[in-house]
C-alpha cells in the first residue's frame, strides 16, 4: 500500500448496527415504538411514573414526527442532485417505482431544480419549502429498526475495520428494500437522522447511529454513489469504450491514455463536492503522542474516503465470483467479496460453495 496521510490517518468511530430493519408506511406507526427505554423501571414516586412516561414518549415521538416529516425538505438540492447527478437508469427506476412517466418526471425534476438553484433568494425559501412538499419525490415511506429490535443489545464495529464498506454501499440499488434491509444489518444504516432521543443507546460524539431515514434522501443518497462509483470502476478496470460513451465528445480521442486521464480529472471533481469526500478532521494529544484523524457524518462520507483511498493507491478490483460486483484485492488468491464487520468468513464464499453443494447434490455426485 502506498504510503500517503489518507492511510495513516486515524477514524476511529464506533457503528451502531440494530438487528432488524422495515419500512414504516404510515408515521403514526412511531407511536407505537418504546420510547424512553432508559427511564426507570421503578422509582419512589412509582404513581408519578405512568404520567411523567407518557409525556415524556409523547415529547419523544413528536419529535420523530417532525424532523422526519421535514427531512426531505431540509435536503436542499434534493432534485438538482438527483437531475445531474445521477445515472439515466436510475432516473427510469425512480419513474418506475412512482409509475410516472419518465419524461413527466424529468419536467418536475428540472422545474424544482431551478427553484432549487435560486433558494438563496428569501423570496423564494417559502415557495420552494411548500413547493417541495407537493413534489412527486417526497415519498411519505420511512425506513427506520424494528420496534423490539430497540430492547435489543445492538452490535457495533470500528469504522476502520470495515474494509468493504465502500464495495458493499456500491451493490444498493434504489429502492431495492431487501439489498438495504441485508446492509444494514450488517453494517448499519447508511445515512438518516442521528439522534438517539428516545432509545436506550447514549452516542458520545464519535459513534454513527441512524434510526430512521425519509425512504426519499435515503435512495437520493444512494443514487449518486452508485453513479460516482461507477466511475471509480471504470478506471480501475480501465473500461475506456463504457468511459467514451459517457464523456463529451469534446474531451475525447483516440488515444486510450487521454481518455482514462479525463475520466481521472471527472471522479475527481466528483469526489470535491461537499457532499461526498468532505470528512471532518481532529487533531489531540493523547498518551505522549500527537495524533490526527478523520471522523464522519454517515456511512457515505466514509465510503468516499475509502474510493478517494484506493484511487490513491491505484487498487486492484476484481469481480466476485459469486455476486458479480468488484471488490478490492487484497491477495491474489482471493476470489471472493471480504467478510463483513462480525464475520469471520465471507458471505459470498459461504453461498457460492452452498449453491455448488446443492447442484452436486441434485446431479446425484454428493
Known amino acids: 500500500m502506498n504510503k500517503n496521510f489518507l492511510n495513516e490517518v486515524e477514524c476511529d468511530q464506533e457503528v451502531i448496527v440494530m438487528e432488524d430493519y422495515l419500512l414504516i408506511e404510515d408515521i403514526n406507526l412511531l407511536e407505537e415504538y418504546p420510547f424512553s427505554l432508559y427511564l426507570p423501571a421503578s422509582t419512589s414516586k412509582a404513581k408519578e411514573l405512568p404520567e411523567t412516561y407518557t409525556l415524556k414518549k409523547k415529547e419523544l415521538t413528536d419529535f420523530w414526527k417532525v424532523a422526519l416529516?421535514?427531512?426531505?425538505?431540509?435536503?436542499?438540492?434534493?432534485?438538482?442532485?438527483l437531475l445531474f447527478r445521477s445515472s439515466k437508469t436510475i432516473i427510469q427506476k425512480w419513474a418506475d417505482y412512482k409509475k410516472i412517466d419518465e419524461d413527466l418526471l424529468l419536467t418536475s425534476l428540472k422545474k424544482y431544480a431551478e427553484l432549487e438553484s435560486s433558494s438563496h433568494q428569501v423570496s423564494v425559501v417559502e415557495e420552494l419549502y411548500a413547493l417541495k412538499l407537493g413534489s412527486p419525490l417526497n415519498d411519505p415511506l420511512i425506513f427506520g429498526v424494528k420496534p423490539d429490535s430497540l430492547a435489543k443489545i445492538p452490535k457495533t464495529y470500528n469504522l476502520q475495520d470495515a474494509h468493504s464498506l465502500?464495495?458493499?454501499?456500491?451493490?444498493?440499488?434504489?429502492f431495492d428494500i431487501k439489498s438495504l434491509m441485508r446492509f444494514s444489518k450488517h453494517f448499519g444504516m447508511p445515512s438518516g437522522i442521528e439522534d438517539d432521543r428516545g432509545f436506550d443507546v447514549v452516542l458520545y460524539g464519535d459513534n454513527i447511529f441512524f434510526p430512521f431515514s425519509s425512504i426519499s434522501v435515503l435512495n437520493k443518497k444512494i443514487a449518486i454513489y452508485?453513479?460516482?462509483?461507477e466511475w471509480f470502476k471504470m478506471i480501475q478496470t480501465k473500461n475506456v469504450p463504457k468511459i467514451r460513451t459517457l464523456l463529451p465528445k469534446i474531451y475525447t480521442s483516440?488515444?486510450?491514455?487521454?481518455?482514462?486521464?479525463?475520466?481521472?480529472?471527472h471522479?475527481?471533481?466528483?469526489?470535491?463536492r461537499l457532499d461526498a469526500y468532505n470528512p471532518n478532521t481532529y487533531f489531540e494529544y493523547s498518551n505522549g503522542t500527537y495524533n490526527q484523524g478523520f471522523w464522519f457524518d454517515d456511512l457515505f462520507s466514509f465510503a468516499y474516503f475509502q474510493l478517494a483511498r484506493a484511487l490513491v493507491n491505484d487498487v486492484e478490483v476484481r469481480e466476485c465470483d459469486n455476486c458479480g460486483y468488484i471488490f478490492e484485492v487484497t491477495h491474489q488468491r482471493q476470489r471472493f467479496c471480504?467478510?463483513?464487520p462480525n464475520r469471520k468468513r465471507s458471505s459470498c464464499e459461504m453461498a457460492y460453495n452452498n449453491r455448488l453443494k446443492k447442484e452436486k447434490k441434485l446431479k446425484g455426485e454428493v
Open 338 to 340: 471480504p467478510p463483513v
Open 166 to 174: 465502500y464495495t458493499e454501499l456500491a451493490k444498493l440499488d434504489v
Open 69 to 81: 416529516k421535514e427531512q426531505f425538505i431540509k435536503e436542499v438540492n434534493f432534485h438538482r442532485d
Open 226 to 229: 452508485k453513479h460516482d462509483f
Open 254 to 265: 483516440n488515444n486510450d491514455e487521454s481518455v482514462l486521464d479525463q475520466a481521472k480529472h
Open 267 to 272: 471522479v475527481v471533481d466528483l469526489l470535491s
